[in-house]
């Protein structure tokens, strides 16, 4: 622990997850390329192991420091209700997929590697205060003092805002399954299932001949949150598959409900799912992720230039963006029954370009313009001025 007016470090990062790991990828990469001084960064975290808990899937278009590791990437997609089937198909930019576990390795090999940077595991933060020359920050095992702090921890139920939303509930299962029949071509987004009054669909993607990631996915408005572990084995259990193994699963509740931005800024900000860089429409978050990590890592190194350490917010994504999430929200919650029909509407008007655009939080106005034609007017017109 640092006595009173020691600085352990220059900038503390709270949570080393993909926000966390990202930040001090991207720190690595640009202090490099535009040949800056590092800040000393201490990232604290309680887990003590990483796991490949996750895959991070999202369209893939721009450089990040983890684009190597992508494993698979599909140049067709497409989503389907019973035998009716929407497809898309892009040259440039495909549908990729991230496995967690190569990521953590990737990030934790960079920390290592660079004496600025300390990994501090088995380390929870309780509590912050900032004052006009640092931040006190006090964990399970003792106090830092840092410059200025970026904090990742996922969001509090204080930051949900109260518009109404749904939890994005999903189970699934990565499965050898020789000779599974399925094109591993295309990635099959959506799959649409009857659901008891809510939004199910499968979410299926191809690893190669004998291997599938299979999820079974509910907007669940709330309340008790459904068993997607009992449906997707269900759903396993009546396709023909001779026989399967599961070789690795990953669940989540997510929350697709519009979080407080924080307006804060100055030594301490905030970062990742808990700043709202989530898509609340959505669930997606990696490449907005990896945009916001860049702008904010180079903030953080113009300020260790500077010794001037003034964080600021910026805009995640484009207002309007969150305003047509919201809209779509509220629609879907008065007409979940639509939601297939609508979904299966909008890959089949909107350009793959267009989607991936739109999906990744980099839409044109063309693009917002095409995703709104797309959609049934009334529904969405009531849901706007309600
Ligand atoms: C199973 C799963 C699959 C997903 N798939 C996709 C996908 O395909 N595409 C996509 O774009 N998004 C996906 N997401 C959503 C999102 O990308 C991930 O949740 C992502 O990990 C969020 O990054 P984060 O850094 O904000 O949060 P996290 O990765 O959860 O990191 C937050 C960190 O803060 C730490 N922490 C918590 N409390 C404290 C504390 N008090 N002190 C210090 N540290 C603390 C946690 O241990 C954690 O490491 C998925 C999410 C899940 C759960």
Not at 85 to 95: A, D, E, N
Not at 132 to 137: H, M, N, P, R, S
Not at 160 to 187: K, M, N, R
Not at 373 to 386: D, K, N, V
């Amino acid at each position: 622990m640092a006595a009173e007016g020691d600085f352990d470090c220059d900038l503390v990062i709270i949570g080393a997850g993909l926000t966390g790991l990202s930040l001090a990828c991207w720190l690595l990469e640009l202090s490099r390329q535009e040949k800056q001084r590092l800040p000393t960064v201490h990232l604290l975290e309680p887990r003590t192991d990483y796991h490949n808990d996750r895959t991070w899937c999202f369209w893939d278009k721009d450089h990040h420091p983890f684009r190597k590791l992508i494993s698979h990437r599909w140049f067709h997609w497409q989503v389907s209700k019973g035998l009716h089937k929407v497809s898309q198909s892009s040259k440039r930019t495909p549908y990729a997929m991230l496995p967690a576990g190569k990521v953590y390795q990737h990030a934790l090999g960079c920390v290592e590697s660079c004496p600025e940077f300390k990994l501090r595991q088995g380390v929870t933060v309780e509590d912050m205060e900032a004052s006009a020359d640092g931040v006190l920050i006090s964990t399970s095992t003792g106090r830092f003092r840092a410059c200025a702090v970026i904090d990742t921890r996922p969001p509090v139920a204080s930051q949900l805002s109260q518009y109404p939303g749904f939890w994005q509930v999903f189970t699934g299962y990565e499965i050898h399954c020789p000779g599974h029949g399925y094109s591993t071509d295309a990635a099959r987004l959506m799959d649409f299932q009857p659901g008891e009054g809510h939004v199910c669909f499968v979410y299926l993607l191809p690893l190669d001949q004998d291997n599938l990631l299979v999820e079974w996915t509910e907007f669940s408005p709330g309340g008790e949150l459904p068993d997607c572990q009992e449906r997707l084995e269900a759903w396993l259990n009546a396709q023909n598959f001779k026989e399967y193994t599961v070789n690795r699963s990953e669940s989540a509740a997510l929350p697709m409900i519009p979080i407080s931005r924080s307006r804060q800024q100055g030594r301490v900000i905030k970062a990742g799912v808990g700043a709202g860089w989530m898509r609340a429409a959505t669930g997606y978050h990696f490449a907005t992720c990896q945009r916001n990590s860049a702008e904010l890592a180079g903030q953080v190194l113009a300020a260790a230039a500077s010794g001037h350490w003034d964080l600021r917010p910026f805009e995640s994504r484009k207002r309007w963006l969150d305003w047509m999430d919201r809209v779509f929200l509220r629609a879907l919650r008065r007409h979940p029954e639509a939601a297939p029909d609508w979904f299966m509407g909008l890959f089949a008007v909107t350009k793959a370009e267009q989607m991936a655009r739109f999906m990744n939080d980099q839409p044109r106005w063309r693009d917002a313009i095409a995703v709104a034609a797309a959609l049934p007017t009334g529904p969405f017109l009531r849901a706007a001025f309600s």
